[in-house]
C-alpha cells in the first residue's frame, strides 16, 4: 500500500459543527478530487450543486455517498451539522477487499446515493462508525491505515444495506440469475486460488458444460473468460493504485511466479505490467479506455 505521504495523502475525517452562518464547502479540490466522499448530515438542511446545474436539496438525518465523478459543492445551512469523511481509490480498494459482497460493492459504488429519513436505529448503526474515522485520522499518534480502511468498509456495507442494495440484487433474478450471481459470489472469494472450472460447477450443483451454456449465453463469454478477466482487473487496480513490485502483486493474486503472471497479463491485454503501469502512472487523471474502469459488465 502506498502510505509514503502518510495517511493524510489518502483519507480525510472532517466535522463541521453547527454555525450561525450558511456555509459553502468545495471538498473535491486538490488532492481530493479522485476520493469517495461520505457524507452524515445531522438535523437540518443543505443542498449539493452539482458541475452540470443540478441543484439536490437535503434534508437531515441522511448519508450521502459521492464518488468523484459525481462532481459538486456542498451548501450546510446554519445551525445545521454534518460529518464529512473522504477515500482515495487506494483505501477504497482495501476497503472493498475481495470478500464475496465485494463485486456487489464495487458496483454499488460507482453511482452517488442518498439515503435519507434516516431512522433512529440507522444513525444509531452509521454515526458511530463516522465519527471513529474522523477521531482516528485527527489523532496523529495512531492514524493506521488499517483501522481508516476498516471503517470504510463497515460504513460502506452500512450504507449498502441501507439503500436497499442487498435486498434489490437478490429480486426476480430467476434460475439463470440466481447461477450467475452465485458464480461471481465464487469468483469473487476465490479468483487468487485458481482452481478449475469443474470446482465452481460442483459447488453450484451444476455441470461444467451446464455452466458454461449458462455464461455463454447469458453473457457471450465462457465461465473461464469471466474468471481470467476477473484476476486481470484485479491486476490492473493493483498495478495502477499500489506501490507494490510487480512480484509481490504476483504473489498477492496466486500465481506460483512473477514470470508466469507476466505472460498471462501480457496474453490477456498486449502490455507487460510494467509496461501497464508505466501508462497507468502517465494518464493519472485523464481518460483511458486501457485503464481499470467498471464492473458492471455481469448482471
Avoid at 249 to 269: A, E, M, N
Wanted: net charge neutral; hydrophobic share 35%.
Amino acid at each position: 500500500m502506498a502510505t509514503d505521504g502518510g495517511i493524510h495523502h489518502y483519507a480525510r475525517g472532517e466535522w463541521h459543527g453547527p454555525s450561525l452562518s450558511h456555509r459553502r464547502i468545495r471538498f473535491q479540490k486538490g488532492l481530493y478530487s479522485d476520493f469517495h466522499h461520505f457524507l452524515l448530515l445531522g438535523e437540518g438542511s443543505g443542498e449539493l450543486h452539482f458541475d452540470n446545474g443540478e441543484h439536490r436539496p437535503l434534508h437531515g438525518p441522511l448519508l450521502a455517498f459521492l464518488p468523484p465523478q459525481a462532481r459538486c459543492d456542498l451548501s450546510i445551512s446554519a445551525g445545521t451539522a454534518a460529518h464529512l469523511v473522504g477515500a482515495s481509490p487506494q483505501i477504497m480498494v482495501d476497503a472493498i477487499g475481495d470478500k464475496v459482497e465485494s463485486y456487489s460493492l464495487r458496483i454499488f459504488t460507482e453511482q452517488r446515493k442518498l439515503v435519507e429519513a434516516l431512522d433512529p436505529l440507522a444513525v444509531a448503526e452509521i454515526s458511530p462508525l463516522i465519527s471513529g474515522f474522523v477521531r482516528e485520522l485527527g489523532d496523529p499518534s495512531r492514524s493506521s491505515w488499517m483501522v481508516a480502511s476498516a471503517y470504510i468498509r463497515l460504513i460502506l456495507m452500512a450504507l449498502w444495506r441501507g439503500s436497499d442494495g442487498e435486498r434489490s440484487e437478490q429480486r426476480g433474478q430467476g434460475e439463470v440469475g440466481s447461477i450467475l450471481q452465485r458464480y461471481r459470489q465464487l469468483v469473487e472469494a476465490g479468483f487468487r486460488q485458481h482452481r478449475p472450472i469443474s470446482d465452481y460447477a460442483a459447488e453450484l450443483g451444476v455441470t461444467a458444460d451446464r455452466l458454461h451454456s449458462i455464461c455463454q449465453r447469458a453473457l457471450g463469454r465462457s465461465p473461464i473468460q469471466l474468471l481470467h478477466e476477473r484476476v486481470v482487473q484485479e491486476a490492473k487496480l493493483r498495478l495502477e493504485r499500489s506501490a507494490r513490485n510487480i512480484q509481490e502483486i504476483s504473489d498477492s493474486l496466486g500465481f506460483r511466479d512473477p514470470t508466469y503472471f507476466s505472460h498471462f497479463f501480457k496474453r490477456k491485454t498486449g502490455l507487460s505490467p510494467a509496461g501497464y503501469r508505466e501508462i497507468a502512472r502517465a494518464s493519472a487523471g485523464l481518460e483511458n479506455s486501457m485503464l481499470s474502469s467498471g464492473y458492471a459488465d455481469w448482471p
